[in-house]
């Protein structure tokens, strides 16, 4: 995406995460149409929507990045995590799948198919996406992560037992 609109599309990211979608939209409505066609702005146009509780159309903007960029897996997390969002916990789920298999480096996408599954009280499921969100990732930040997200309230009984590191030896 060329200047200027790789300027506002800075700018409008920077503007989200100081969370003011004010100025952020300010932003983006700033940019050419030939830039609104680059996926960067979708994808930056999505967090607007999610930073906005604008959910059905986050959803419908993410369906689209998915379709336009399928190598991309923001996309997908994108979209499966504006399913979940409009309390549609089982297509999060199954939308996701497919990109577990296509990006199976990437824990992130193991990880929130994790917390639906535990959401949706697919307990055994739930271990299984954990377990390779922890071997895919860094092992000890999915884990402090999982031992306070509450979408993984249903596998708090045994999660700390199961991810509690190691004491430390005294000398």
Partial sequence: LPPPDSHHLNAAQGWLELSDP????????KISLAGRAHPLFSFVRWELHAKTRQWAAAYLLARYLVDRCPQEPLGWLQRSYSLFALQRPREAFQQLLPAAQQF???STI???LA???AQLGYIQEAWHWLDKAITRGDSEAVKSMALEDPLLAPLWEHLGECLS???AHEH
């Fill in 22 to 29: 004010v100025s952020a939209r300010e932003e983006l409505n």
């Fill in 104 to 106: 199976e480096d990437i």
């Fill in 110 to 112: 193991a990880y929130h």
């Fill in 115 to 117: 917390c639906y599954a």
């Fill in 165 to 167: 590191p190691a004491p």
